[in-house]
């Protein structure tokens, strides 16, 4: 862990552009789409932010190359430990394979396959673990000694929360090209760091654009922790959206959720399923379940929505083939 | 048909240029994209014009808005009429609707529903045909002489191949900022509009990216006319790839492509599936098959290419689900 997440630094904007500068000559600068028929469904402006085409199919790529890059060169040099269902886990490995350094992954055994696959690929070392049995934590923190690894936490790391506001910076001048000057932007939420990353830019930015988080039903830890202001976890462990089934919200990030996000949503995995379908068709992208979820609110809750425009975050698409036919079959 | 059209003009680089101002302010810069994985498949760097992301989901809206903006205004406010199995029709019918006219859209009966909707959602007014008994050119030719519309013709107008040329002007600034000053670009190609504009687009700006058409099986009559130096036509009428389908190469196109186009190359619909689950496990991309000619033909024949690099345009992606799920279920 590093001095500055052991300290419970959080990212302020000096440290923000930092990340961005770090992360512009390599990130791709995802676009900003749209559909008249998205639109239509939801009764307003919808605008998807694809972060699915970002490097590695998911927003993770800039949190891990962001905290990869701010590494002292001697620790870097030893090589990175991270923990993931997958979507971290291929961004700290293609970041360390830039840096031409290892990366060792912890990853449970019941990953989709096509995450287990692309993280080996791009180089990473993988200790598969036993999600019920086996804590991560306890793997991680033994080869840690052993080996004189760094952790990259997947988001309770204030590089990594930097990295990921890179997404809201972008996000901030997109929305201003196309005149929204006032909208929800809905965020896809394990957790929190790119729902904190991305209040964090745009409170300085864009303060009209206001982050909420999404999450799916039995997974809403976040949603209810907001709620009640104080932070509440969850019981279920597996579920459609492995991307974001975290048991709990961050230490690091919950406070920024709590001074700067707007009343979560909470969705079905069939609206969940349904927005999938609608992506595909309307705006040919592939987005996996967890980062499916706030366009899901987007389209089929547009009554709690409070601004004529939503933003909508496509965190990433790294899903099976045999998921995705669940969502062509589901007609909407 | 318009004057341009009847006296065969090739557009120029100052009639491209001045498409490509026209479009500016509302064409989606598509975004060219790569993955390590598809790098590996092709032995060679794979970079990948994302069409599909393009307004209506395919490069058509480019063609089809040059098209009805470069009319005079009295013409333009009689209304335009376009045939077209999908995706022509409904570059044409927001292109019309952008500029508040009518378009009145031929179509064949069997076209794929996603094309059909999606058309008249956008505000068109459909005729349905029946492909065997009823030719389009009938129908449309009636249909103007009643009503006083103009006709968008598919590729052969210059205007159109003017507005499909602004793809090859974004992909010389793009590959020229990928480092990338030789390689192969590979073209779907039905009539021969996109692959036309692209190759004097290039011609102009990056003379080291040499344009090499792609067809389906059965549909190979562009390859065959540039192989033989005379037009060549295809007996089949239907297949996989419908946005592709054309009987011969176009009147305005075809001379273009044999002073300026390198081989071309014939793909199997087997690998154009392939190429499509290829595009949504590693780029998150939804391509029709009509769209993923290029990329099958990048994965699957990378003996036949001269370049260390190969750029594909992914043409676009209006693809029913069923035929999508197929894809999805073909093993690579």
Redesign the interface.
């Known amino acids: 862990m590093s001095a500055l997440a052991e300290a419970g630094i959080t990212p302020d904007a000096a440290m923000i552009a930092a990340a961005a500068r770090r992360l512009a000559p390599v990130v791709?600068r995802?676009?900003l789409?749209s559909s008249?028929?998205l639109d239509d469904i939801a009764g307003r402006r919808v605008l998807v932010k694809?972060e699915?085409?970002q490097h590695t199919?998911s927003f993770k790529f800039r949190g891990g190359f962001a905290a990869v890059s701010a590494l002292p060169a001697d620790a870097r040099a030893q090589g990175v430990l991270a923990w993931s269902s997958g979507n971290h886990a291929q961004g700290v490995a293609l970041a360390a394979r830039m840096h031409g350094v290892r990366a060792v992954i912890v990853m449970p055994r019941d990953a989709p396959r096509?995450k287990i696959d692309?993280t080996r690929?791009?180089g990473a070392e993988l200790v598969l673990h036993d999600r019920a049995t086996e804590p991560r934590e306890e793997i991680g923190a033994r080869l840690i000694a052993e080996q004189g690894l760094t952790l990259i936490r997947p988001f309770d790391d204030p590089q990594v929360v930097a990295g990921q506001a890179s997404t809201g910076l972008e996000l901030a001048q997109q929305a201003e090209a196309e005149g929204v000057a006032r909208a929800d932007v809905l965020v896809p939420c394990g957790g929190g760091g790119l729902t904190a990353g991305v209040a964090l830019a745009l409170a300085d930015t864009a303060p009209g654009l206001r982050v909420r988080p999404v999450e799916p039903e039995g997974f809403d830890d976040t949603v209810r922790s907001l709620a009640t202001g104080a932070p509440q976890s969850n019981t279920a462990r597996t579920g459609l959206c492995d991307a974001i089934l975290t048991p709990a919200p961050g230490a690091l990030t919950f406070p920024v959720l709590q001074r700067l996000c707007g009343p979560g949503l909470v969705v079905s995995d069939r609206d969940t399923l349904r927005a999938m379908?609608a992506a595909?068709?309307r705006?040919?992208?592939?987005?996996e379940p967890g980062g499916a979820v706030a366009l899901a609110a987007a389209l089929f809750q547009p009554q709690v929505l409070t601004a004529d425009a939503v933003i909508v975050i496509a965190s990433g698409?790294n899903v099976d083939?045999a998921v995705?036919?669940r969502a062509?079959?589901l007609e909407d």
Chains 1, 2 share one sequence.
């Open positions: 791709r995802t676009p789409l008249p028929f694809a699915c085409l199919g096509t692309a690929a791009l379908g595909f068709e705006l040919k992208l592939v987005i698409g083939r995705f036919a062509l079959a």
